[in-house]
């Protein structure tokens, strides 16, 4: 079992910057990758971007060169940052656990995880 506990969500205008964090705990070594994903009122759940334990990277072409994602592996936990934001990037953030390899252009695929937190609410007005 993987436990994640996400944080940092909050309000703030267009073209500012939040920093998420997912805390894991448990099983951590079972983790093959990680994910952040948001899901937007009224959409479907959008993966944003993934990273595994080497530092392979992957992210939605709508969040490239604004978002970066991180992690910390001593203090075991998954970063977002997020800049220039916009209003079409309000949603609940969710991170989220892989324990199976899938190959790096899967990674942004919900399906492939197994472990999910209780998510972040990110709200970016204009």
């Known amino acids: 079992q993987v436990q994640l506990v996400e944080s940092g969500g909050g309000s703030v205008q267009a073209g500012g910057s939040l920093r998420l964090s997912c805390a894991a705990s448990?099983?951590?070594?079972?983790?093959?990758?990680l994910g952040w994903f948001r899901q937007a009122p009224g959409k479907g759940l959008e993966g944003v971007a993934s990273i595994d334990s080497r530092g392979s990277t992957s992210s939605a072409a709508s969040v490239k060169c604004r978002f970066t994602i991180s992690q910390d592996n001593a203090k075991n936990t998954l970063y977002l940052q997020m800049n220039s934001l916009k209003p079409e990037d309000t949603a609940m953030y969710y991170c989220?656990?892989?324990?199976?390899?899938?190959?790096?252009?899967?990674?942004?695929?919900?399906?492939?995880?197994?472990?999910w937190g209780q998510g972040t609410q990110v709200t970016v007005s204009s």
């Open positions: 448990g099983n951590t070594f079972s983790a093959s990758y």
């Open positions: 989220a656990a892989a324990t199976t390899v899938w190959e790096l252009q899967f990674r942004l695929l919900a399906s492939t995880y197994r472990y």
